[in-house]
């Protein structure tokens, strides 16, 4: 990953992670991205005929196979964690269920030096903390300073993986924004969800979201539809 070719400038790599069983979900949101989009698909746990299909289907875009054990794939904070450190610069994550159909999202995208993300703020895309009154961006279409989030994950030793403690070493700095194991950023959820806890020290270190304007159809979500096929296994390695 850290080795492939830099798209031009003002075009964000952009990762489709692929679990088996999602190739019909996946052609319509490959077909909504530009042409000269700069997509790059991970198959996480794609075997078989499917990696023929997959290819078939995305000719012209790199592919990267995850080795995973037989029948499983990879956790969706593994995955990110790979992609946080294995690809150079900026990139964006979109779902294979995700629809961009307002594609210009991926070009307008005009950083500020203390933002660590780029997301859309709308019902199904944020999980929103009432409490702390903060908003977190959910993983189906985001943009991430690549950087400034692997800066942060090593120098506090934090991962993309769910968790279900806040750990000790930066309990007290959550604390001061409001979250901790007394205000999980879900509401009612025991855990923070996938990338949340680095999102909330990014929060606490008085980082930003950049929030990306779009009409309320020119992104959509299905959701749930690699969860009521496949069960994921554990860990993975590039």
Known sequence: LATLE??????LPVFVVVVPGTLGWLEP????????????LVANGVGGTEVDRLTALSPAHPLFSLSVLPGSFAKH??????????VDGDFALLDHDCYLFDATLL???DWAENEFVGAVHQRGFVTVNGASGL???????LALRGEKLRTLALRHGLSCEKATTTPARVASLL????????????????FYDTLQLLMAVAFAEGLKVRWLTTAEDGICHVGGTARAINQPGVGARP
């Open 6 to 11: 830099r798209p031009p400038a003002g075009r």
């Open 29 to 40: 949101c490959l077909k909504l991205l530009p042409p000269d989009a700069a997509v790059r």
């Open 77 to 86: 904070g593994t995955v990110l964690d790979l992609l946080l450190h294995g």
């Open 107 to 109: 070009e307008r995208i």
């Open 135 to 141: 908003v977190f961006p959910r993983t189906h279409f």
């Open 175 to 190: 604390a001061e924004v409001g979250i901790g194991d007394d205000n999980f950023p879900p509401p009612h959820m025991p």
